[in-house]
């Protein structure tokens, strides 16, 4: 059973800092990528930051040279530094991680989301 723990939102002004955390259950080997996505009342899901097993990244162009997504294999944990924080980057972030385990084929496991509120 594979679980993924977000934490570290809250509430910022603009031009703020957070960090979130996302705390897997397994080896975050176990999966090809792990990400954040975003979700804003009434506007869909969408993709913040990637990461791979190898390191590259991956960055919605709305955050980057604002955010830096990083990983410490050894806690099993990805965090999302977020600075700059504008009123637009409020929302629910939801980590997410990606497994490909056959040619074709994908599946992705979620947390439960960490709300992050940026105030003007």
């Known amino acids: 059973q594979v679980q993924?723990?977000?934490?570290?939102?809250?509430?910022v002004q603009a031009g703020g800092s957070l960090r979130l955390s996302c705390a897997?259950?397994?080896?975050?080997?176990s999966f090809n990528s792990m990400g954040w996505y975003r979700q804003a009342p009434g506007?869909?899901?969408?993709l913040?930051?990637?990461i791979t097993n190898g390191g590259s990244t991956n960055y919605a162009d709305s955050v980057k040279g604002r955010f830096t997504i990083s990983r410490d294999n050894a806690k099993n944990t990805v965090y999302l530094q977020m600075n700059s924080l504008k009123p637009e980057d409020a929302g629910v972030y939801y980590c997410n991680a990606r497994k490909f385990p056959r040619l074709g084929s994908f599946y992705d496991y979620w947390g439960q989301g960490t709300q992050v509120t940026v105030s003007s």
């Open 4 to 11: 993924l723990v977000e934490s570290g939102g809250g509430l």
């Open 43 to 46: 506007k869909q899901r969408e």
């Open 48 to 50: 913040v930051a990637t």
């Open 24 to 29: 897997a259950s397994v080896s975050i080997f």
